[in-house]
Nanobody, 114 residues
Framework: QVQLVESGGGLVQPGGSLRLSCAAS????????MSWYRQAPGKERELVAS???????NYADSLNTRFSISRDNAKNTVYLQMNSLKPEDTAVYYC????????WGQGTQVTVSS
């Protein structure tokens, strides 16, 4: 069964950190480009960061100084390390896998609030 399962979301205070994980199953994970997207209430889903099968990373403007994407092919998992979180980072964060098809996880809620 093809599946992406996100975890690690939650409530964090401004300035705090979270690490999201996305575990893949049913796919040859190492050949997929993996990405994190987010969708805030009332807004369109937007790309946060991506990492290719070769390890090349790409970030949305202004996020690369606070966010870091990485992958562990041995564990079929992609991570998003988020530091110095701001209230505007509040959103549902989705994992995406892309090769010849696009696969989405169910999302994990990140809320940044004091």
């Amino acid at each position: 069964q093809v599946q992406l399962v996100e975890s690690g979301g939650g409530l964090v205070q401004p300035g705090g950190s979270l690490r999201l994980s996305c575990a893949a199953s049913g796919i040859t994970f190492s050949i997929y480009t993996m990405s994190w997207y987010r969708q805030a209430p009332g807004k369109e889903r937007e790309l946060v960061a991506s990492i290719t099968s070769g390890g090349t990373t790409n970030y949305a403007d202004s996020l690369n100084t606070r966010f870091s994407i990485s992958r562990d092919n041995a564990k079929n998992t992609v991570y998003l390390q988020m530091n110095s979180l701001k209230p505007e980072d509040t959103a549902v964060y989705y994992c995406n896998g892309a090769r010849l098809r696009s696969i989405w996880g169910q999302g994990t809620q990140v809320t940044v609030s004091s």
